[in-house]
């Protein structure tokens, strides 16, 4: 069964950097899609970023563009979300989740199987 693992969350001023982790453990990520979605209290789940198993293709809401790279490294069984210039709006508990080989709709949470439990981001003054 595969696990998901975030980390790298935390509380930081407007402007800041954060790097995030999902690591997998059990099983390899390889031949995974992984996303990367937020979601605040009493809002739905919002599909933020998404790369493709083979790491060839990604995709961003048009709130995060410019600001927020996904990466992967399989090697460390590890898919990264690279936050830059963070605002407030982007306050929210994030979670990676993982589907495997196919996908059609990669921001909608309704593709994927497996999901960590979430880390929070706060982006505050």
């Known amino acids: 069964q595969l696990q998901l693992v975030e980390s790298g969350g935390g509380l930081v001023q407007p402007g800041a950097s954060l790097r995030l982790s999902c690591v997998a453990q059990g099983y390899t990520l390889n031949f995974y899609n992984v996303g990367w979605f937020r979601q605040t209290p009493g809002k739905e789940r919002e599909g933020v970023s998404y790369?493709?198993?083979?790491?060839?293709?990604?995709d961003y809401v048009d709130s995060v563009k410019g600001r927020f790279t996904i990466s992967r490294d399989d090697a460390k069984n590890t898919v990264y979300l690279q936050m830059n210039s963070l605002k407030p709006e982007d306050t929210a508990v994030y979670y990676c989740a993982a589907k495997y080989w196919v996908i059609d709709a990669p921001l909608s949470e309704v593709e994927y199987d497996y999901w960590g439990q979430g880390t929070q981001v706060t982006v505050s003054s």
């Open positions: 790369i493709s198993s083979t790491g060839g293709s990604t």
